[in-house]
């Protein structure tokens, strides 16, 4: 079986004074499934779109190493000092 990656721009409201944690958990407790929605009403995915020309231009094949479970590689931390 081959992995792939797949490139999306993801639209996220999100009402709240601290987005970036709130949009962090958001995308990782919609996208793994694992935990409850959290703040559900400070925080919503309203849209999304492929990153390339089409959904073929937005996939690439990509490795996953053995030892990867899912919903054990956390979103990786927002840049200090960015937006």
Known sequence: ????????????????????AHIAEALEAHLDG???????????????????ED????????AIPPDYKPGSMPFPQWPVGKG
């Open 1 to 20: 079986m081959t992995t792939w990656l797949v490139a999306v721009h993801i639209l996220v409201t999100a009402d709240t004074t601290n987005p970036r």
């Open 34 to 52: 694992s935990s409850p929605f959290p703040d559900q009403a400070n925080v919503a995915i309203i849209d999304w779109a492929v990153a390339g």
């Open 55 to 62: 959904l073929a231009a937005s996939m690439a094949p990509a």
